[in-house]
């Protein structure tokens, strides 16, 4: 009877439209036959929701998390720009802080040393060598024999052989050596890597067993259990509690136990119970086994990687190109030799003297090398050593004074969401500031197909649901050109500057707004 009453309704509904839009038909062909130059209604003003916002607001977050030490100011509170709000614990930020800075002083006593240049007792152990040297010269002569011939000549030939196999390189015997070496070790290391694996695999196995069995024998205590006190508090078979039922009376006849059956039920109870001990037993071991086999693989194939790396490193050290002062000191230790060769064998004095001049060359060299300081490339590298620990410096306190929440502009606490002792992700909002006093309105529901017909200047009246006899005006002074997708539509935010404040305006309240096209 309730859907015949509602077809009632619909096709009279229906009805009353068709005469309404035929009547409206009429009415204006007949308005267009007697005045058909008449000018167009104009458009009705646009008319959206909106909310009351802040004409400068801000929600403020921590850079970096951490957990809250200190919350400085209240819900509703007068704040200053730079004003602090929320302090994070600093301690580890700033124990980073003054690791830097010892960094940093470490690097640059190392400059200012090198600035300073050589110290008093550097120059004297420089100057007592230099008169050495020059010692030797004067002592340069004297006699000489075969044995001192015949060990001069070795010491030549060792100099010699010495630099003939810094500049040959490395042979391929040692390249060969070390090529296999590098190999066995890479090879341990895939052995290691496996077994350790597999025992630790069969130790997970041994464990996964022990728990099973656990779990079994946890079961079979938990049925021993309730059989043995169904026994005690019945005297009755938990198994089979009844005999029958008595023809006469037609109640159940209880099985009793005997002494010796709940004898039975008791001792089956007491085995069920050692069994899951030890079991549970079984799985302690089980886990030791497997926490030794785990530990075992961690530290082998540590191991077996450090072999590797010294084997690599063996390797690398035979393969690079031969030290300059190496060879530098070779060459230097041949023609020292060799003139220790000429002055020994009765030739010219002026190699023995040569000899002994380059020494006290070498000692005036190194004394000169002292006194003229530090070399341009040495001072680049500690100032460059001191730029970067400055910079290491910086990025810690700024990492420390990111622990400290400000209020980026004058303005009021809106709204305050940390307590001490929580933690705080990075970028969660934590407080919002704003400007109480000066409000604006921003629609929330203009779509693409109002927003063309909206200005940067057009007139709009604004009224508020929580404050009935209230109409604000204003203009519209930004049309944000970023559409957002809301439930299927494409809406647009325009917002309006009010002409006059009102002091009991709040932040989100609703608003409808008509804006005049």
């Known amino acids: 009877m309730k859907k015949i009453w509602i077809a009632v309704v619909v096709v009279l509904l229906v009805g009353a439209g068709a005469f309404v839009a035929f009547s409206r038909g009429r009415a204006a062909d007949q308005a267009a036959q007697v005045a058909p130059t008449l000018a167009p209604a104009p458009e009705e003003d646009l008319v959206a929701e909106a909310k009351v916002v802040p004409v400068r607001g801000a929600a403020l977050s921590m850079p970096a998390g951490g957990v809250v030490a200190e919350v400085l100011v209240a819900e509703g509170d007068a704040v200053q720009a730079g004003q602090p709000l929320v302090r994070l614990d600093r301690a580890r930020a700033q124990a980073a802080v003054a690791q830097a800075e010892a960094q940093l002083a470490q690097v640059q006593a190392t400059l200012d040393k090198l600035h300073a240049g050589a110290s008093a007792e550097d120059l004297a152990v420089a100057e007592a060598q230099l008169r050495l040297a020059q010692a030797q010269q004067r002592q340069s002569g004297g006699s000489v024999t075969s044995a001192d011939q015949a060990a001069a ?124 001990h030890s079991a549970e037993a079984g799985v302690q071991q089980a886990k030791v086994a497997f926490d030794t086999a785990r530990q075992a693989e961690v530290s082998g194939v540590a191991a077996a990687e450090q072999q590797v790396a010294v084997a690599q490193a063996a390797l690398d050290k035979l393969r690079s190109s031969v030290d300059a002062e190496a060879l530098a000191a070779a060459r230097a230790q041949v023609a020292s030799s060799k003139a220790q060769v000429d002055k020994l064998g009765g030739d010219q004095r002026s190699g023995a003297l040569a000899a002994a001049q380059a020494a006290v060359d070498q000692a005036q060299a190194a004394l000169d090398k002292l006194r003229s300081g530090a070399s341009k490339s040495d001072l680049a590298v500690a100032e460059a050593e001191v730029r970067s620990a400055q910079a290491a410096r910086d990025l810690a306190q700024a990492a420390a004074n990111e622990a400290e929440l400000r209020a980026p502009f004058a303005g009021s606490v809106a709204a305050l969401d940390v307590k001490v002792g929580e933690f705080v992700a990075p970028g969660a909002p934590a407080a919002y500031v704003a400007d109480l006093g000066a409000w604006q309105i921003e629609t929330t529901d203009l779509t693409e197909l109002n927003i063309a017909a909206v200005r940067v200047g057009s007139p709009a009246t604004i009224t508020l649901d929580a404050l009935p006899g209230l109409k604000l005006t204003g203009k519209v002074s930004k049309l944000r050109a970023l559409g957002e997708s809301k439930q299927g539509d494409i809406t647009y935010t325009a917002t309006i500057a009010l002409d006059k404040q009102d002091p009991r305006l709040r932040w989100n309240m609703t608003a409808s707004v008509t804006i005049a096209k």
């Open 153 to 276: 000549q070795a010491q030549l030939q060792q100099a010699q052989a010495r630099l003939a196999d810094l500049q040959a390189g490395p042979r391929k015997a040692d390249l060969d050596a070390a090529q296999a070496g590098l190999a066995q070790a890479q090879a341990n290391l895939v052995s290691q890597r496996d077994g350790f694996s597999a025992a630790k695999t069969n130790a997970q196995l041994a464990l996964d067993r022990a728990g099973s069995a656990l779990t079994q024998a946890q079961a079979s205590y938990a049925t021993a259990q309730q059989n043995w006190q169904y026994a005690q508090d019945s005297g009755q078979d938990p198994i089979t509690p009844w005999l029958g039922t008595d023809p006469q009376t037609g109640k159940k006849i209880p099985n009793k136990l005997g002494d010796a059956q709940r004898q039975q039920y008791h001792d089956a109870y007491v085995q069920a119970e050692a069994g899951m």
